[in-house]
T-cell receptor
Framework: AQTIHQWPVAEIKAVGSPLSLGCTIK??????LYWYWQATGGTLQQLFY??????VESVVQLNLSASRPKDDQFILSTEKLLLSHSGFYLC???????????FGSGTRLLVI | GDSVTQTEGPVTLSEGTSLTVNCSYE??????LFWYVQYPGEGPQLLFK?????EKGSNRGFEATYNKEATSFHLQKASVQESDSAVYYC??????????????FGAGTRLKVIA
């Protein structure tokens, strides 16, 4: 069975500090990978997607970047956090052949 | 562009009553329609999907019919329970030429069921 693991579970960071969030998918080769952001009480906004190692497409510009260094790993990062980066970050994967998403349990980020 | 509009929450119901969460969508393509459910502190999870018009999807007592003519996909449950308290998202997905699926989520409807 496939599993998706996100880390860390939660972070409190200062404005201007760097950030790195991780996501690993086990049990599935060559998944499509996605990063989503959810403001408190808000809807889900797709940030990035990747269909293969080393290739990441940006959907929304939020002063964030993403990378896929390995087939099963997806990283979200920034060198300087803004207050507006606070929220719930979700990683998701899907098969190439269909669009069903499986979401991770998310990372809650508070920027102060 | 594509859009999904759903019932604005929060919705508060008593246990045993019926639920309808309206969902309307706009797209020029032929999407698959989804309902996702998100419990507090967790990521959304797929409730069910319907890839074809005029078909019905269902899971855990929830159901919705893909109405292409009305561009609607309303979520219904005959008798809600306290454990159904969650946020419900309607979504559509279209396949893109790049191999990615474009997903559009509605704003979410928070449901609270009281005993």
């Amino acid at each position: 069975a496939q599993t998706i693991h996100q880390w860390p579970v939660a972070e409190i960071k200062a404005v201007g500090s760097p950030l790195s969030l991780g996501c690993t998918i086990k049990g599935k080769s060559s998944p499509n990978l996605y990063w989503y952001w959810q403001a408190t009480g808000g809807t889900l906004q797709q940030l990035f997607y990747s269909i293969t190692v080393g290739q990441v497409e940006s959907v929304v510009q939020l002063n964030l970047s993403a990378s896929r260094p390995k087939d099963d790993q997806f990283i979200l990062s920034t060198e300087k956090l803004l207050l507006s980066h606070s929220g719930f970050y979700l990683c998701a994967w899907s098969h190439r052949s269909n669009s069903d998403y499986t979401f991770g349990s998310g990372t809650r980020l508070l920027v102060i | 562009g594509d859009s999904v509009t759903q019932t604005e929450g929060p919705v508060t119901l008593s246990e045993g009553t019926s639920l309808t969460v309206n969902c309307s969508y706009e797209t020029k393509q032929y999407p698959t329609l989804f309902w996702y459910v998100q419990y507090p502190g967790e990521g959304p999870q797929l409730l069910f999907k319907v890839p074809k018009a005029n078909e019905k999807g269902s899971n855990r007592g929830f159901e919705a019919t893909y109405n292409k003519e009305a561009t609607s996909f309303h979520l219904q449950k005959a008798s809600v329970q306290e454990s159904d308290s969650a946020v419900y998202y309607c979504a559509l997905s279209d396949r893109m030429g790049t191999g990615n699926y474009k997903y559009v989520f509605g704003a979410g409807t928070r449901l609270k069921v009281i005993a």
